[in-house]
């Protein structure tokens, strides 16, 4: 606390915020998702929990479980509610948004791929072609959720529903989860999960490949210690995420975007081991 006046003082603004340009902006917002992404799988478990637990939470005297299944199902929905808000976040503003992404110039795409390629020791054609494919999923559903709820897609009308959730004050002073079903949450923390693989493999390595498998794996775990009633549910079946988020780069010239990520849906769901 005695330094309390000291740290306020530090943080007063004097002049105007560092705005981020070219492929800083892009690099560092690509990290952002990343993060996001990791911590969207937890919140996703969690949530899942919590609403299986609900009924038990009803009956229990166990008010300590109350008071934890209720917290939870509150605060997870709107992590991911908020995390969908900001990643895709239709702003032109010059901030770090996923509209902004999706119209980077390529020039800034090119030297993004040349710093990837020094991290990661891919090629740079490589990085410029995993570039290329976030731009577009970047520009494809960073829409504003009228757009997006319009649009014939599933997961558009899905990121729709979830950034309407966020932007709506009320959603954050109740329990009701209005229109979102645990299947958009569920399609959401896949496609960004995807999305943050790709990230991973050129911008952090280190990681491994099995990260977000990792991840999943312990978010089911820790969400079971503390709601048992969570079914054997594996978002991510028997599938391997990096080969998932490759295949979806390397031969995005197959098919679209849209289709690409509406089949997702589909590759969705198994038993827990």
């Not at 559903?141 to 997961?155: F, H, M, P, R, V």
Request: proline share 2%.
């Amino acid at each position: 606390m005695n330094d309390l006046a000291a740290r306020s003082k530090k943080m007063i603004r004097t002049e105007q915020p560092l705005r981020l340009v070219g492929a800083v902006r892009s690099v560092q917002f690509l990290r952002g998702v990343f993060s996001r992404s990791s911590m969207c799988i937890p919140a996703f478990y969690y949530f899942l929990g919590a609403v299986s637990a609900h009924e038990v939470a009803k009956t229990t005297d166990d008010f300590p479980f109350k008071v934890a299944q209720s917290y939870s199902e509150f605060s997870d929905l709107n992590t991911l509610t908020l995390a969908c808000r900001k990643v895709f976040d239709h702003a032109t503003k010059p901030d770090l948004t996923g509209a902004n992404f999706g119209k980077l110039s390529d020039a800034v795409l090119e030297e993004h791929a040349t710093y990837w390629s020094k991290t990661s020791g891919e090629s740079v054609d490589d990085c410029l072609h995993a570039l290329s494919f976030l731009r577009k999923f970047f520009l494809e559903y960073s829409k504003t959720d009228t757009d997006l709820l319009k649009a014939n897609g599933w997961l558009h009308k899905r990121i729709g529903l979830l950034k309407q959730h966020a932007d709506r004050s009320a959603a954050h002073i109740s329990l009701d989860d209005y229109a979102v079903d645990i299947l958009d949450l569920a399609h959401f923390t896949a496609a960004i999960a995807v999305v943050g693989e790709v990230v991973r493999s050129f911008d952090n390595t280190r990681l491994g490949s099995d990260y977000f498998n990792q991840v999943e794996r312990g978010s089911y775990e820790a969400a079971k210690r503390l709601f048992p009633q969570i079914p054997k549910f594996k978002l991510f079946g028997n599938m391997q995420l990096h080969h998932q988020a490759r295949f979806y780069w390397k031969h995005q010239d197959l098919e679209s975007i849209q289709s690409y990520f509406d089949q997702l849906q589909w590759a969705l769901g198994g038993y827990a081991d």
